[in-house]
């Protein structure tokens, strides 16, 4: 993970993304206007959260196994990294929805239950933090992740399918339909979502490195 | 006749003129103005991003200075 080259790329890919989002041709569809473009940025946003909360979900088990404090550290890093690019989802979807759906705030299903899920992983970080013996500390919160995670992927994946949602792809539609995204947004939308995973796993990858010097300095 | 070629040729010069300033005028002709001047934002965007990109690499770098120090 040391290395330089899956940075570069990382810059690469979500550069590539800026200059293709706003240049290449987009499909036209009423309401949504030019600001179907935003699918390049606000969606890659909660990506990158997913795969942060995957990468704390996997550190917290191995944490659980080995007991090796440094999966610890890399768990609750990657939560930290996932929250922040949650809430920047949260924002982008506001502000998008604000000018095609009418309003900020809709209480569409999948916008509750993605506030919900950010819910979910701050009070992990609450409860990591209330407690001062490391071990204990670990453990326990260790435990609440590994519940968390299949929580957020109900939350975000399964229950706005169940009812009528403004989000595409949602509410009775069949998971993963090839028809749900215009073909000509994907070569764009890919390497997107790849660029900001990158971009995601190299600033927890920097979180866990400065709190490991923290962890040796005390 | 002649002077119909007269007016003609003037016409078809200030038909020239008019366009040519349509066409130039103080529009001097650069890629980044052209779609809505939608370029500029592209670039700035892009200015953004190459700036934060070089920021993540100063503060790994700097890391990597306090990691070498430690062993």
């Known amino acids: 993970m040391n290395k330089t080259w899956w940075k570069i790329l990382a810059i690469i890919l979500v550069l590539f993304s800026i200059i293709a989002g706003f240049l290449f041709p987009v499909p036209a569809k009423p309401i949504l206007n030019e600001s179907i473009r935003n699918i390049h940025f606000h969606v890659p946003m909660w990506f990158a959260m997913i795969m942060m909360l995957l990468v704390s979900f996997i550190y917290s088990i191995k944490y659980l196994n080995k007991g090796n404090e440094n999966d610890d550290l890399i768990a609750v890093e990657s939560a930290n990294v996932g929250i922040v690019f949650g809430i920047l989802g949260l924002l982008t979807g506001a502000v ?122 005390n | 006749m002649k002077k119909f070629l007269f007016a003609f040729c003037f016409l078809l010069l200030a038909s020239c003129i008019t366009f040519a300033q349509e066409a130039d005028g103080v529009e001097m002709a650069t890629a980044l103005r052209s779609s809505g001047k939608i370029y500029v934002v592209v670039a700035v965007l892009a200015t953004v991003f190459i700036g934060l990109a070089f920021y993540l690499f100063s503060i790994d770098s700097r890391l990597k200075k306090i990691e070498k120090q430690q062993h």
């Open chain 1, 96 to 217: 998008w929805a604000n000018y095609t759906w009418g309003e900020p705030w809709s209480n569409d299903p999948k916008q509750n239950s993605a506030a919900i899920a950010l819910l979910v992983y701050m009070a992990y970080l609450v409860l990591r933090n209330s407690m001062d013996e490391e071990q204990k500390r670990g453990k326990i919160s260790a435990v609440y992740n590994v519940f968390a995670f299949p929580i957020m992927i109900v939350l975000l994946f399964v229950l706005p399918r169940m009812t009528d949602s403004l989000h595409p792809g949602n509410g009775g539609n069949p998971g993963f339909n090839t028809k749900d995204m215009a073909p000509e947004l994907r070569p764009v939308f890919y390497p997107a979502c790849l660029g900001w995973i990158l971009v995601s796993g190299w600033i927890t990858t920097l979180r866990y490195r400065i709190r490991k010097q923290e962890n040796l300095n």
